[in-house]
């Protein structure tokens, strides 16, 4: 399948402010389910940004505007072919071992309503791990606007409605508990048509040695496939954020973001 994305994120600020900086991770890099064909990070006056490769192996690009201003623009722009890989990742830029994704963070801390939720699983890894997708699922119904970016796990479950990142951040911890190694995916999803979303989406990892990394996407109960566009990995929604920055002067912001994922095939019939 080959897709085209755009992803457009705009500031505006109540009073002028004098700098802002974001890093962005919002550029996927070629594995054997995906490849790259052309990808753009653009800031103001439309020049591509400079990057760097984190320590997660992702690609990070850095937006800086170092005078006075009251609104700003970053703009995403690519094109990808993805193959079928039945949610395995193979391929993939590793620079960690699987065993530091066992770490805990704020975002995946766990109580004893996830370890309960994740040590009834039953069957073997992978079993247990498909279970935990429906079961997170099922407990934690997607409405938007209930949760935040600061939205624990166990607030998510206890709260019972969220977001891809709130299931996401559920299905880790309880990966976790089971002693799987698990990791935040952020990235972009073709959800068929060609219509705009507000965000991109959300999903999460699970190592499993007979086969290594595989997808799973609580939010849609299901393993990611063509339709998907991996950009950022972390051990949480902040280590694997699309965009992150600080910003100076008194001026409150508000945001706008519009994303756009299209199948160009569909688009050349």
Known sequence: MRLTIRHQTSYKYSKPIIYATQT?????RSYEGLHVMQWRVRGEGRHELPSFIDGYGNIVHCHTVNREHDSAVVTVEGEVETYPTDGIVRGAAETLPPLFYLRTTRLTTVDEAITDLALSRKGGPYERLRSLMEEVRERVDYVQGTTEATTTAVEALKLGTGVCQDHAHLFIAGARVMGIPARYVGGYLWAGGDGEHQASHAWAEA??????????DPANRSQPGEAYVRASIGLDYWSA???RGIRRGEGEESLAVRVR?????????
């Open 24 to 28: 962005l991770r919002l550029a996927p």
């Open 207 to 216: 190592y499993v040695p007979e086969f290594g990394w595989i997808g799973f």
């Open 241 to 243: 954020a699309p965009v």
């Open 261 to 269: 994922v299209k199948d160009s095939a569909q688009q050349q019939q």
